[in-house]
């Protein structure tokens, strides 16, 4: 218990824990003292200080002060020791996110370096070198990665955990091309497209994160969903930035709730065309669903066997595109 306290003190300071939860502050007089509304009482003139040098607050308002975990105890509402635990469990969520952030800067780094990797994204129709920067493009070549974070000072037992490096001690995303997937600001995920023979997906064992680049997507009032990356990098490509993507025909709840936090919006839903109609199935049940919700719905039919990027790939244009968009069925 001590310890952990020890390492929760170490590893979290007070003002960034409330920064994470959307607190603004102001430096007040002294240095290092920060001002602004309390997050623990109904406030209109800024009353809540922050010493960030003593990891201390205090309320003029409601007269409630304290460390970091006094803070989570009245915020949550939770005991002392339940506090510890939610912190602790804030400080693992916040180190794999920083494992993650290094493993895809790393990979990132990799993709110009192995040609292989650029003819892939040039055969999926995807160029803009701008683009593939910002969505944080990489590729693992395999075979590198524990060399690197081990000299980071990652243990082997938490790669394993991850599902970073596998068993074999090799790269869990070997020979596949890499986009990072966020939630809330942090890295929750990687996901690996296979540019050989191995299975075609791949992600670690854990949440596939918000809908892609939710928070600049959502501010649209039509957005398109699109089932893979790669269709969506295509569609940003072409200038339709209103795409996302839940990776995948099956959004988890998080995602859904995403997806219906405006209740005017119209969803064109882009899934694949497929032979044995899975994608088309899932169009229909997901437009449904959106509809009894109270939000529009319509789905684009592209040309037989084709999703967005393989549209695109075959020459389509954003003019050909934008047609579909017109035709898409209502329900
Ligand atoms: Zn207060």
Request: aromatic residues 10%; glycine residues 8%.
């Amino acid at each position: 218990m001590r310890e952990d306290l020890q390492q929760i003190k170490q590893r979290i300071s007070l003002l960034d824990y409330l920064q994470h939860r959307n607190w603004t502050g102001r430096r007040a007089g002294r240095r290092e003292e920060f001002v602004g509304l309390c997050p623990l009482h109904p406030d209109t003139q800024p009353s809540f200080y922050v010493n960030a040098h003593k990891n201390l607050f205090y309320c003029h308002g409601c007269q409630r002060g304290g460390d970091l975990i006094r803070f989570v105890e009245l915020s949550e509402r939770l005991s002392f020791r339940d506090s510890l635990a939610r912190l602790k469990q804030e400080i693992t969520v916040t180190s794999e996110a920083e494992l993650l952030q290094r493993t895809a800067a790393f990979y990132q780094a990799q993709l110009q370096r192995h040609s292989q990797a650029v003819e892939y994204l040039q055969q999926r129709s995807l160029h803009d070198a701008d683009l593939i920067e910002e969505l944080g493009i990489g590729f693992a070549p395999g075979g590198n990665l524990l060399r690197y974070l081990a000299a980071l000072g990652y243990s082997l037992d938490l790669l394993l955990r991850t599902g970073l490096v596998n068993r074999n001690s090799r790269d869990a995303f070997c020979r596949r091309i890499i986009f990072p997937c966020w939630q809330q600001g942090r890295m929750m995920n990687l996901y690996g497209r296979s540019i050989g023979s191995a299975f075609p997906h791949r992600l670690l064992p854990r949440s596939k994160g918000d809908l892609f680049a939710w928070e600049s997507v959502r501010a649209f009032s039509s957005v398109i969903l699109v089932e893979g990356l790669f269709d969506l990098a295509v569609l940003w490509q072409a200038g339709f930035r209103n795409t996302t993507c839940g990776i995948g025909t099956h959004l988890t709840p998080a995602q859904w709730s995403q997806l219906c936090d405006q209740p005017g919006r119209c969803v064109y839903i882009a899934f694949d065309q497929d032979a044995n109609q899975a994608g088309q199935q899932a169009s229909q049940l997901l437009a449904q669903k959106l509809h009894s919700t109270g939000l529009q719905a319509r789905i684009i039919s592209l040309p037989a066997g084709h999703d967005p990027n393989s549209y695109f790939a075959a020459g389509a244009t954003a003019s050909e595109f934008r047609t579909c968009l017109k035709h898409a069925q209502a329900l």
